[in-house]
Nanobody, 127 residues
Framework: QVQLVESGGGLVQAGGSLRLSCTASGLTFNRYVMGWFRQAPGKEREFVAAIRWSLRSTYYADSVKGRFTISRDNAKTAVYLQMNSLKPEDTAVYYC????????????????????WGQGTQVTVSS
């Protein structure tokens, strides 16, 4: 059974930085895709960033491009989201997710591709 454990959320002032971590267990092979999504109050869950594990290809939502960086640690099966220049509109619950069969060509932006989700971690950016 795949399990994802997130950490690193918190309260930060606008312009500040946070680093989210997500450690996975139970994954086999290395053709999966790991992603970060977020959900603000009253809004739908939206894509933030993703990484294809074997290729290290990275993908970002336009709203975070240039400010957020997704990376991975193969030895720890962990994925990170470094968030810089945070804005109040980045306030949301952030979720780590994995598509275990993503391979090389899956649609990393599609929420429905991801089979496993973490519990979520709150990020609050004050103005």
């Amino acid at each position: 059974q795949v399990q994802l454990v997130e950490s690193g959320g918190g309260l930060v002032q606008a312009g500040g930085s946070l680093r989210l971590s997500c450690t996975a267990s139970g994954l086999t092979f290395n053709r999966y895709v790991m992603g970060w999504f977020r959900q603000a109050p009253g809004k739908e869950r939206e894509f933030v960033a993703a990484i294809r594990w074997s290729l290290r290809s990275t993908y970002y939502a336009d709203s975070v491009k240039g400010r957020f960086t997704i990376s991975r640690d193969n030895a720890k099966t962990a994925v990170y989201l470094q968030m810089n220049s945070l804005k109040p509109e980045d306030t949301a619950v952030y979720y780590c997710a994995v598509d275990p069969a993503g391979g090389y060509y899956s649609d990393v932006y599609s929420l429905t591709r991801y089979d496993y989700w973490g519990q979520g971690t709150q990020v609050t950016v004050s103005s």
